[in-house]
C-alpha cells in the first residue's frame, strides 16, 4: 500500500492588503501587477486616500477595489488621532493583514500604528537612512550625490526611520533633473515594492 504525506498546510491564507496614498498610485499598480502575474500571493482589500482627488482611488475603483477617503478634519499635513483611528478601523474590518503605504503623504503614528504593529510598510525614494522626508530625490541631486535609490521600510513612529526590508541603488547621471532622477528612481520601486511585501508577509 501507498501511503501519500500531505506536506503542506491544508489551508493557506492569501495575504490581505490595505494601501494608503495620496497620489497617483503606480506603486499600488506595481503591486496589482505581480498579484496579476502571480508573483505575489495576496489581494488588495481596501484604498484609502487623504486625497479625494488622488488617481490611486480611481485605479481602485477601476480594478473593482473598494476605497474610502480618509477625513483629516481640515488639516492641510496632520494626520490627527480621530483619523487615525477611523483608519485602523476601516482596516480591521476589511481583515487587512499588512498595510503599504504607497505615495502617502501623512506621518502615521498612533493608534494606527498600534493597531499593526510591524504590519506597515512603506517606500521611500532614497536609500534610507539617507535623505528621509519630502521629494528625497530633490534632496539627493541637491546634495550632488552620485547614486541615491529607493528603500522599503518598516513604519516605526520617526519619519522613514524604521527597519528597511530591502533597498536599491539609482545612479544620479549628469543632466539629470527632478524629474527624470525620480522617474528612474520608480521604475526600481516598482520591482522592489512587490518583493518586499513577499518578505514581510512570510514574517508575518
Ligand atoms: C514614490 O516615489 C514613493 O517612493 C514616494 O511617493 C511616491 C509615490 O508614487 N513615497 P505613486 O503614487 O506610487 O506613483
Not at 21 to 29: E, I, R, T
Not at 186 to 197: N, S, T
Request: charged share 20%.
Amino acid at each position: 500500500m501507498i501511503w501519500f504525506v500531505r506536506v503542506l498546510p491544508l489551508y493557506t491564507k492569501r495575504m490581505v492588503l490595505g494601501i494608503l496614498g495620496s497620489g497617483s498610485g503606480s506603486n499600488m499598480q506595481a503591486i496589482l501587477d505581480a498579484i496579476g502575474a502571480g508573483t505575489l500571493d495576496a489581494r488588495i482589500a481596501l484604498v484609502l486616500s487623504d486625497n479625494p482627488d488622488a488617481f490611486i482611488l480611481e485605479r481602485a475603483r477601476n480594478h473593482g477595489i473598494a476605497t474610502a477617503v480618509i477625513d483629516c478634519r481640515g488639516f492641510k499635513t496632520k494626520f490627527p488621532e480621530e483619523a487615525q483611528q477611523e483608519t485602523a478601523d476601516a482596516l480591521k474590518a476589511a481583515g487587512v493583514d499588512l498595510v503599504c503605504l504607497a505615495g502617502f503623504l501623512r506621518l502615521v503614528k498612533r493608534p494606527l500604528l498600534d493597531a499593526f504593529p510591524n504590519r506597515i510598510l512603506n517606500i521611500h525614494p532614497a536609500l534610507l537612512p539617507a535623505f528621509p522626508g519630502l521629494e528625497a530625490w530633490k534632496q539627493a541631486l541637491e546634495a550632488g550625490v552620485s547614486e541615491t535609490g529607493c528603500s522599503v521600510h518598516y513604519v516605526d513612529e520617526g519619519m522613514d526611520t524604521g527597519p528597511v526590508i530591502l533597498q536599491e541603488a539609482v545612479p544620479v547621471l549628469a543632466d539629470d533633473t527632478a524629474e527624470s532622477l525620480h522617474a528612474r528612481i520608480q521604475v526600481v520601486e516598482h520591482r522592489l515594492y512587490p518583493e518586499a511585501v513577499k518578505l514581510a508577509a512570510r514574517s508575518l
